[in-house]
């Protein structure tokens, strides 16, 4: 029995752009590797100036992907990008280094977006409620988590650097309704992208619901059996039947 008007024997979220912000604190993540590079010596602008590079960088690849995030764009990877649109050469210990300063401040800085209460709480009236991510960096996901105040809301977290299996396949949707002792076929999956949350979820036997990103218009694309809301607000009406 799965739909808005009836029961889920799970709700599953993804993280990033979902539950957690991907415009808050991310900025000052960014410019904080421009800091770092000002104190080693290797780059003469201002931080912030760092930090429009990344967003040029990755605008540009996100314009080119219908506004989906590509499931290769890691930080390692804008990094390794920016680095070279700025004309700054690095060692590799330096390129590390750069990598763990975004990942720490990204994970001090995480901010649950508007409306996560309610959203959680609709989801808590039909169950267990679980969290599928795409990070490879599991203790980095798990340091967001707490560090956006949502610790202890997830009855299960699967982070596909520790599973091994990445959205869209899906085995990472599988082992997770396993895991919570519920069949896929029961579930629902609620994200912000079109491929790794909705179409991985729908592969799965899963119901999808796509999330806007924050100020992204509803893209073209969207599976036909899929639900789309505008903010979380929106999922929690949908999840209540609303
Ligand atoms: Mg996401």
């Known amino acids: 029995m799965s739909g808005p008007n009836g029961r889920f024997a799970a709700v599953f979220f993804d993280l990033d752009g979902t539950l957690v912000s991907e415009r808050t604190g991310v900025r000052e993540a960014r410019a904080a590797i421009g800091t770092r590079l000002n104190e080693l010596g290797l780059y003469h602008k201002p931080a912030s100036a760092f930090a429009d590079t990344v967003e040029m960088v990755i605008g540009g690849i996100l314009e080119d992907n219908d506004w989906q995030w590509p499931l290769w764009l890691h930080s390692e990877e804008w990094v390794r990008r920016t680095l070279a649109v700025a004309e700054v050469t690095v060692s590799e210990d330096e390129f590390r280094e750069l990598n763990q300063v975004y990942r720490d401040e990204r994970s001090d800085r995480a901010e649950a977006i508007q409306g996560w209460p309610e959203a959680l ?30 610790e202890g809301e997830f009855d ?24 919570l002792g519920v069949d896929p076929r029961d579930c629902v999956h609620i994200g912000n992208n079109i491929q790794s949350d909705v179409e991985g979820a729908l592969a799965a036997g899963m119901s999808a619901v796509l999330v806007e990103e924050e100020d992204r218009p509803r893209p073209a694309g969207l599976n036909g059996d899929a639900a789309w809301c505008e903010d979380l607000l929106g999922v929690a009406a949908w999840l209540r039947g609303g």
Do not use: C
């Open 156 to 179: 299960g977290v699967y982070i596909s650097g520790e599973v091994g299996i990445w959205k869209p396949e899906p085995g990472i949707f599988e082992h997770a309704a396993r895991d």
């Open 121 to 150: 709480a609709a989801a808590r009236t039909h169950g267990p409620i679980g969290l599928i991510t795409n990070y490879n960096d599991g203790p980095m996901q798990r340091e967001k988590i707490r560090g956006a105040g949502l």
